[in-house]
């Protein structure tokens, strides 16, 4: 299978495990709509590219300790063509998952923590963006109201804590786990906070922008790859999964921004160039905005009703000439690249390989 | 001392400690504005009858530990007039506090941790119901607007977890305590969003009340009078405090009903009677209701501005011919009781006898 077969092989496995684990993540208390808000948006469905990244470093970590119980080399098993221990062919066995310490660990329900971060800072953000629309279906705040939006985002919020408490790791692993969690809700609220405060700005700089990318995207994605590792006890892992996601997260988010000028308007599902049409900052624009580009007129329609095709060819054209969608391109392959280098770290299974392929995908889709 | 004098200098004594805890609960991280919102509500002063309520429920657990490390009887020691410890002379023994396992404790760090808790809900609560004044300043959303008050909200509940996980209690003792926190958010969100739901129904009934105000006030008192038991590792404690802290804060409530109409205008510093011109559902119109009240119709007058004292005396002279008013206040009475015999599992200390008062003085308050 080429690398794009193996992750969407992943994928396709791994969703329908995630899927069912967060079908329940609400339980049933009054008052219904509430229930209903916050559910709506997980129901929705969405690549589940956070848990599942999850689910495979678990994978990546557990596989010595479960190989022989020693950190020395591991022979291969019952699973040909890997390294201990491939995948789970049960997907319970995510329900107790080997620690170092001899726990069985529920990462899937870590998996499912970290989906309800993202989908509570989904809602809230959409209420902060006016975005009326998310996976296809209308956002909360338009569905529900603004005032039970903040509220399902809340209690989301409040749930992705108890899921962390519900891994049966022990104390001593839940507490690191629990700390990465809350200050990465910190650092998501900073992140979403610089984001609104550059509405007000002429233009950020390249530092900046990144900066709140990393803080927007970075830390929900370090966490993310290096929970599994926090709770399953495997301290040495801890700072290779985070920076591995860190990286991942990054270009995940410049690779939307490339997306937004050189996907089609039919693969996007919404207008090409919208960022620019809406003077959104990206990457592009903050690059070519210190080489001189006047980035607020490339486009003179001020709405997507109004924009037309060829007016976004042009701003493309002139954001090329200015080595701005190289510069992005580039930068996200140089994240790809060192996140490779932090898994380098851990050692050589099908799982870690997975992972690669992920970011490799990540930065090489087409939407 | 009379009760009353007792706990206003305990409450004076207490809340200079706990403000000089809060006073950096948020670091200056950017973007400015959000850290602003963020330590607005908290820099506006307040009761601070949480944590005051948690420092002194540490100290009516610690007590026996303190004394000879037993749970046998205690003897008085340097304090005279109290069994061990009485209160510490030194605010930052509260940094330190002596757990059942030899650790030092930081409650005051659990202090700030529910007022934390306490402020991003009022901060989410003042947006949902359009309330533009708060401990005498604008609400967040006022003076920052709807964007950034959300956020200051999300960031005040990540960092409330934060801090109770930086109090140095062991794991052991952490993890129940944050199960603790997670689920009581959970709840106050669950109890906002009934009262929410209430608005758009006609009544509600008095049971159907009583379980939002548990919700939504009860279980953050519940749990702010039992966690320092949990961080300290005094099991034995948890079930009454929380107990106790359940029916204040049903008791605190209540009383806030009647004071909307018994209090004048001057001592409540907002128009007496505003729940009957605004339609609020509270214990006393539920009651009411059930007795056949057409509480819907009390007041004539639609807006705050309006009203006449003679319309509110004429509404609250039925309400007190219904029974409704007695109603409340026995009830409000009934839980203060019931507190206080959930305390009676504790040894009689006067950090007891300071808790009790509270409860006490919550129901006879004129404001």
Not at 262 to 276: I, P, Y
């Amino acid at each position: 299978m080429s690398r794009k077969e193996d992750v969407e092989a992943a994928l396709l496995r791994l969703r329908p495990v995630v899927n069912e684990a967060l079908s329940d993540v609400v339980d049933g208390s009054p008052p219904e709509q509430l229930t209903s808000a916050s559910q709506h948006l997980i129901d929705a469905g969405g690549k589940r590219l956070r848990p599942v990244i999850l689910l495979l470093a678990a994978e990546a970590v557990a596989d010595r300790h479960i190989s022989d119980g020693t950190d020395g080399d591991a022979t291969a098993g019952d699973n040909p063509g890997s390294r201990l221990p491939g995948i789970p062919d049960d997907p319970s066995d995510y329900r107790h998952f080997p620690a170092a310490d001899g726990r069985g660990v529920d990462v899937l329900t870590a998996a499912a923590c970290v989906e309800v971060v993202h989908t509570f800072s989904l809602i809230h953000d959409d209420i902060l963006d006016d975005d009326d629309v998310r996976r296809g279906v209308p956002a909360v705040h338009q569905q529900y109201g603004d005032e039970m939006a903040i509220l399902a985002g809340d209690k989301l919020f409040a749930r992705s804590f108890e899921l962390l408490l519900e891994t049966g790791a022990s104390p001593a692993n839940s507490v690191p786990a629990l700390g990465m969690l809350s200050r990465t809700c910190v650092k998501l609220c900073e992140g979403e906070g610089l984001d609104i405060s550059f509405e007000d700005r002429d233009g950020v700089s390249v530092p900046e922008y990144l900066q709140m990318v990393d803080l927007k995207t970075g830390v929900l994605f370090a966490a993310t790859a290096s929970i599994p590792a926090v709770v399953l006890g495997h301290k040495e892992a801890v700072d290779p999964l985070a920076g591995y996601g860190r990286e991942v997260g990054r270009a995940f988010q410049i690779k939307d921004d490339l997306l937004d000028l050189t996907a089609s308007t039919e693969a996007l599902g919404k207008q090409r160039g919208s960022d620019l049409v809406e003077g959104k900052q990206t990457i592009v624009t903050a690059h070519a905005r210190e080489q001189g580009i006047d980035v607020d007129n490339l486009v003179e329609s001020e709405t997507l009703e109004e924009v037309t095709e060829d007016e976004i060819d042009d701003a493309v054209e002139q954001l090329e000439d200015a080595g701005s969608i190289a510069y992005a391109r580039d930068m996200a392959r140089d994240c790809v690249e060192r996140g490779k280098e932090h898994l380098s770290a851990l050692p050589d299974t099908r799982p870690r390989q997975l992972l690669t392929d992920i970011a490799e995908h990540l930065v090489e889709r087409e939407k």
